[in-house]
């Protein structure tokens, strides 16, 4: 198996990086475990790989209560570095339930970010996929899709999205620093995964030679104690999420004073649970409101043939996932 | 240290083809020898080792990160080799299973595998067992901790059992 022919080369600094992913054609490479997997595919032809994984943005530290992962940290050294375990195990957790060993030392948390989806539609060239070739149609829709979105699909694609450290980041605030040749921005999660657009053409909003930079998580030190990320998958372990669950909470005497709920394996992009959230507030962190919470989590779902066993899943792992928070560590 | 190069073997094969495909250059080391290398951009590490340098103890089994049985390791690490663009690895220090213990004098890995007949056909060994060295130096610390670390490791015979009583001896859980 072996894709299209490409020519290599490696970016300087990030200024040859970001000229050179500015061409038309042009690919980052990264880890290159997903660029990989999709150029091998057919799915990914670039005429110009650029390899940025020796640029120096793999530092991973702290800044007051701002978490900062470097864009090329790789995952291993993320969940292995002492402040993230301290201060974000949920993070941690996340990573560590990714992948493999030998995926997370190679793999980048920029990377990890813009991986496409894994709709087993999308990744096989010989069925239709209109996020693949607009207009084709979707072949999950009517077909296996088992997998596909509860929530948040648009008209012609059902896929969901496939990071578990995004839906990590998505309980917390969560800043991404982008860089083009036009110069800097920061984007908010949610603004880096818009709702998609019809075809569902890309997993983000990135433009081609938009560079990730950095990752930064606001103030989330706080959620320690009362956090988790819950992944249930077909198999034990190396497997994408079917549901997964990031909650966290703060209780403040007896009761929850914040809550944050974001879900995997069920929408296009890491789905914010607000009404979960806004169900939690003000109440004892205790059954009646973690069933509430769970209700509120599939309040407009909408199952295609064979994903409605989701919907309860979805339920039982918000509640599972605040049951097992809720005494703090 | 001796050098050793692929470009003999490259221009054979190249010999004829009006496409000039670009060659990266890259020195590495693998197995404590350096090496000078010419690669084609499109390359993995795994193709590189097995099809130029002839150590095919890595296999090529899914060819897309899901199996293991590809697993090197990089300055100690375990990586998916099949997924490595080679030409992104230059300077790397890799160990393949051929640079592991010696007929005579084995690994503790190997002897341990040996031992509790941590294999059927042997195509995942080589993988297995580089993943379970690089999985010692991460400090498992309970029977569940080495299954969970060896879950990028798959075993068509399935061996388990036997291989994760064979790492656990060795990393005396
Ligand atoms: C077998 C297997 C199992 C997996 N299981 C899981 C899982 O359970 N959960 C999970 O979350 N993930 C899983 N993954 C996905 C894996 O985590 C991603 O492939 C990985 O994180 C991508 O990072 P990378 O550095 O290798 O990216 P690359 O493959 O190098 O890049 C991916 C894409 O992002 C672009 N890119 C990379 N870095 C940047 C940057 N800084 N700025 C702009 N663009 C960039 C590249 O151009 C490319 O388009 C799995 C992957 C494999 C192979
Ligand atoms: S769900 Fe989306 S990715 Fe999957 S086949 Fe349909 S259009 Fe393609
Ligand atoms: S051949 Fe590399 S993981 Fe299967
Ligand atoms: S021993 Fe046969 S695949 Fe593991």
Same mark, same amino acid.
């Given at each position: 198996?072996?894709?299209?022919?490409?020519?290599?080369?490696?970016?300087?600094?990030?200024?040859?990086?970001?000229?050179?992913?500015?061409?038309?054609?042009?690919?980052?490479?990264?880890?290159?475990?997903?660029?990989?997997?999709?150029?091998?595919?057919?799915?990914?032809?670039?005429?110009?790989?650029?390899?940025?994984?020796?640029?120096?943005?793999?530092?991973?530290?702290?800044?007051?209560?701002?978490?900062?992962?470097?864009?090329?940290?790789?995952?291993?050294?993320?969940?292995?570095?002492?402040?993230?375990?301290?201060?974000?195990?949920?993070?941690?957790?996340?990573?560590?339930?990714?992948?493999?060993?030998?995926?997370?030392?190679?793999?980048?948390?920029?990377?990890?970010?813009?991986?496409?989806?894994?709709?087993?539609?999308?990744?096989?060239?010989?069925?239709?996929?209109?996020?693949?070739?607009?207009?084709?149609?979707?072949?999950?829709?009517?077909?296996?899709?088992?997998? %596909? +979105? @509860?929530? #948040?699909? *648009?008209?012609?694609?059902? =896929?969901?999205? &496939?990071?578990?450290?995004?839906?990590?980041?998505? !309980?917390?605030?969560?800043?991404?620093?982008?860089?083009?040749?036009?110069?800097?921005?920061?984007?908010?999660?949610?603004?880096?995964?818009?709702?998609?657009?019809?075809?569902?053409?890309?997993?983000?909003?990135?433009?081609?030679?938009?560079?990730?930079?950095?990752?930064?998580?606001?103030?989330?030190?706080?959620?320690?104690?009362?956090?988790?990320?819950?992944?249930?998958?077909?198999?034990?372990?190396?497997?994408?999420?079917?549901?997964?669950?990031?909650?966290?909470?703060?209780?403040?005497?007896?009761?929850?004073?914040?809550?944050?709920?974001?879900?995997?394996?069920?929408?296009?992009?890491?789905?914010?649970?607000?009404?979960?959230? %806004? +169900? @939690?507030? #003000?109440? *004892?962190?205790?059954?009646? =409101?973690?069933? &509430?919470?769970?209700?509120?989590?599939?309040?407009? !779902?909408?199952?295609?043939?064979?994903?409605?066993?989701?919907?309860?899943?979805?339920?039982?792992?918000?509640?599972?996932?605040?049951?097992?928070?809720?005494?703090?560590? | 240290?001796?050098?050793?190069?692929?470009?003999?073997?490259?221009?054979?094969?190249?010999?004829?083809?009006?496409?000039?495909?670009?060659?990266?250059?890259?020195?590495?080391?693998?197995?404590?020898?350096?090496?000078?290398?010419?690669?084609?951009?499109?390359?993995?590490?795994?193709?590189?080792?097995?099809?130029?340098?002839?150590?095919?103890?890595?296999?090529?089994?899914?060819?897309?990160?899901?199996?293991?049985?590809?697993?090197?390791?990089?300055?100690?690490?375990?990586?998916?080799?099949?997924?490595?663009?080679?030409?992104?690895?230059?300077?790397?220090?890799?160990?393949?299973?051929?640079?592991?213990?010696?007929?005579?004098?084995?690994?503790?890995?190997?002897?341990?595998?040996?031992?509790?007949?941590?294999?059927?056909?042997?195509?995942?060994?080589?993988?297995?067992?580089?993943?379970?060295?690089?999985?010692?130096?991460?400090?498992?610390?309970?029977?569940?901790?080495?299954?969970?670390?060896?879950?990028?490791?798959?075993?068509?015979?399935?061996?388990?059992?036997?291989?994760?009583?064979?790492?656990?001896?060795?990393?005396?859980?």
């Amino acid at each position: 198996m072996s894709g299209s022919s490409f020519e290599y080369s490696r970016a300087t600094d990030l200024d040859d990086a970001l000229a050179k992913g500015g061409r038309c054609n042009a690919t980052f490479l990264a880890g290159g475990t997903d660029l990989l997997q999709l150029w091998k595919s057919g799915l990914a032809a670039p005429q110009n790989v650029v390899d940025i994984s020796h640029l120096p943005l793999a530092d991973i530290s702290r800044d007051g209560d701002t978490l900062v992962l470097g864009a090329l940290a790789r995952l291993s050294d993320v969940s292995a570095h002492p402040d993230v375990k301290t201060h974000h195990p949920m993070i941690c957790e996340a990573i560590l339930a990714s992948a493999s060993a030998q995926v997370r030392n190679m793999a980048s948390v920029g990377g990890n970010l813009l991986q496409r989806t894994r709709c087993p539609y999308f990744r096989d060239r010989a069925l239709a996929c209109n996020k693949r070739d607009p207009g084709a149609g979707c072949g999950a829709r009517h077909g296996e899709n088992r997998h %596909a +979105a @509860l929530f #948040g699909s *648009a008209a012609g694609c059902v =896929a969901t999205h &496939a990071s578990d450290l995004a839906v990590a980041l998505a !309980a917390f605030d969560t800043e991404i620093t982008v860089r083009s040749t036009i110069g800097e921005r920061r984007l908010t999660l949610q603004e880096l995964y818009p709702l998609p657009s019809a075809t569902a053409a890309s997993d983000s909003s990135l433009a081609a030679g938009d560079m990730i930079t950095a990752i930064r998580i606001h103030r989330a030190s706080r959620f320690a104690p009362r956090s988790i990320y819950l992944k249930i998958r077909d198999r034990a372990s190396f497997e994408f999420a079917v549901v997964s669950v990031a909650a966290a909470l703060r209780v403040e005497d007896g009761l929850i004073a914040e809550a944050r709920l974001a879900a995997g394996g069920i929408a296009p992009l890491p789905w914010r649970l607000r009404g979960s959230e %806004a +169900a @939690l507030i #003000g109440r *004892a962190p205790t059954e009646p =409101a973690f069933l &509430a919470a769970g209700e509120q989590a599939i309040e407009g !779902a909408r199952p295609l043939e064979k994903n409605t066993f989701k919907i309860p899943l979805l339920r039982n792992a918000v509640v599972r996932a605040l049951q097992s928070v809720r005494g703090g560590s | 240290m001796s050098t050793h190069t692929n470009t003999d073997a490259a221009g054979s094969r190249n010999a004829g083809n009006p496409i000039v495909e670009q060659r990266i250059a890259l020195a590495m080391t693998i197995n404590g020898e350096r090496y000078d290398l010419k690669v084609m951009p499109t390359a993995t590490l795994l193709d590189v080792i097995r099809d130029e340098l002839g150590l095919t103890g890595a296999k090529k089994g899914c060819d897309m990160g899901g199996c293991g049985a590809c697993t090197v390791l990089v300055a100690g690490r375990r990586i998916a080799s099949c997924l490595a663009l080679a030409a992104s690895f230059s300077e790397a220090d890799v160990t393949t299973i051929e640079g592991v213990g010696s007929a005579d004098r084995l690994h503790p890995m190997q002897a341990a595998f040996m031992r509790h007949d941590a294999l059927q056909c042997g195509y995942c060994t080589p993988g297995q067992i580089l993943s379970a060295i690089a999985l010692l130096s991460e400090n498992p610390r309970s029977i569940e901790e080495i299954r969970e670390g060896m879950s990028g490791n798959l075993c068509r015979c399935g061996a388990y059992t036997n291989i994760i009583a064979a790492i656990a001896e060795v990393a005396g859980r």
